[in-house]
């Protein structure tokens, strides 16, 4: 079982890719309470070489994440 990490701590793991697109490396950092996760690129930079990051809050799928009513909602002037 992994073990989750303590406030302000995480890890990152080098990324086996598969595609030059996939990140380098991949992890999560423990922040306020939740678990956010980490990816990086390596890259050469004019002041050398540096791993440039994005972060996201994993997915959770209690969360909604676009409107329930999704029907188009359609002028009643439009004649078809």
């Not at 595609?19 to 004019?46: L, Y």
């Not at 994440?65 to 999704?70: A, S």
């Amino acid at each position: 079982m992994a073990q989750e990490p303590q406030e302000g701590k995480g890890v990152l793991f080098s990324n086996k890719k598969t595609k030059d697109s996939q990140p380098d490396w991949r992890g999560s950092v423990m922040h306020n309470g939740e678990i956010i996760k980490i990816a990086g690129w390596t890259k050469k930079s004019a002041y050398g070489e540096l791993v440039s990051l994005t972060v996201e809050k994993p997915y959770d799928p209690n969360q909604q994440q676009y409107p329930k009513d999704v029907t188009k909602k359609y002028d009643s002037d439009v004649p078809f």
